[in-house]
């Protein structure tokens, strides 16, 4: 891969990078698509990536479809995109461990809270893969909007050549957000699951006349209801801090984050406030 890059830059190519975990869906292909269209050639990572993984369950079953993605991407270009799939080896050196990352405390709300260490996982392979591609331009999406933020500090805190794009949450035409997780719902799961969706939306409208604490009240005992779905937690944060809101003030950008179990799989969505 990096004689590859060194050949494209040789040659002034602009170089994209949509960094996933494989098991491709719409979503990662709206990625790639706006990578194409902005970039010479796009590099396309597929990497189950063990040290962001808390649970050693969800990392033995997370789908990996290697074959299937590659050719779902050869439907967008057979020659702009580079697929760069490598061993657990290939990318720790065998060392699989990660490094300890200071994010201005971003690390430490919402999934940081209930998912230890993950955020030192993601900046060590985000950090890891632009050293080895050293791409113009990475493209995240929004359905992990934290992640989002906390790359765009790795990249400030570190000095590191790459614009960071962050694209809107691609959903199924249910409202649920899009996952690879999603292939693994029994159909109970997947049909009571776009309820995660309907219920931020109508947070968002409750957020325009009502105080963060009572919306969040109201979600929590809306999801009480459901037999099906297990509310995690529900957050309205400051977009910028990701600190959640004690109270409303002006001129500041909210967002509402939720994490969600349907059975044994995790789901999180959020939404922009205002």
């Known amino acids: 891969m990096i004689k590859a890059i060194e050949l494209l830059k040789a040659k002034s190519q602009i170089v994209g990078l949509v960094p996933t975990m494989g098991a491709l869906h719409a979503g990662h292909l709206a990625l790639v698509e706006r990578a194409l269209k902005k970039n010479d050639r796009v590099v ?7 040290t962001q993984f808390d649970n050693s369950d969800d990392l033995k079953k997370y789908p990996r479809t290697l074959e ?19 061993t657990v080896d290939d990318v720790y050196e065998g060392k699989t461990v990660s490094e300890s990352f200071d994010f201005d405390g971003l690390e430490f709300e919402m999934e940081g809270r209930f998912r230890n260490g ?7 392979i985000v950090k890891r893969l632009f050293e080895i ?6 493209y995240f999406g929004e359905k992990d909007f ?3 933020q906390i790359i765009k500090k790795l990249v400030e805190k570190h ?5 960071i794009v962050g694209c809107p949450i691609y959903r199924e035409t249910s409202g649920l957000a899009m996952s690879s997780r999603n292939t693994r719902l029994k159909p109970a799961y997947k049909k009571a699951a776009p309820f995660i969706y309907k219920t ?20 929590e005992s809306q999801f009480a209801k459901q037999p099906l779905l297990k509310l995690e937690y529900f957050i309205i944060a400051d977009e910028a801090t990701l600190k959640t809101v004690k109270r409303k003030l002006n001129k ?16 999180i969505d959020n939404i922009a406030l205002n």
């Open 118 to 124: 993950h955020f030192d996982g993601v900046g060590t």
């Open 133 to 138: 591609i050293k791409p113009d331009s990475a």
């Open 68 to 86: 299937k993605d590659v050719a779902l991407l050869q439907t967008l270009s057979k020659d702009k995109i580079l697929v760069y799939a490598p």
């Open 44 to 50: 396309v990572s597929i990497f189950v990536n063990p």
């Open 159 to 163: 000095d590191l050549p790459v614009t």
């Open 146 to 148: 934290q992640q989002l």
């Open 252 to 267: 500041k950008t909210y967002r509402a984050f939720i994490a969600v179990y349907a059975d044994d799989i995790r789901l």
């Open 200 to 219: 931020l939306k109508t947070a968002k409208i409750k957020f325009g006349t009502k105080s963060a604490n009572k919306v969040t009240e109201w979600v």
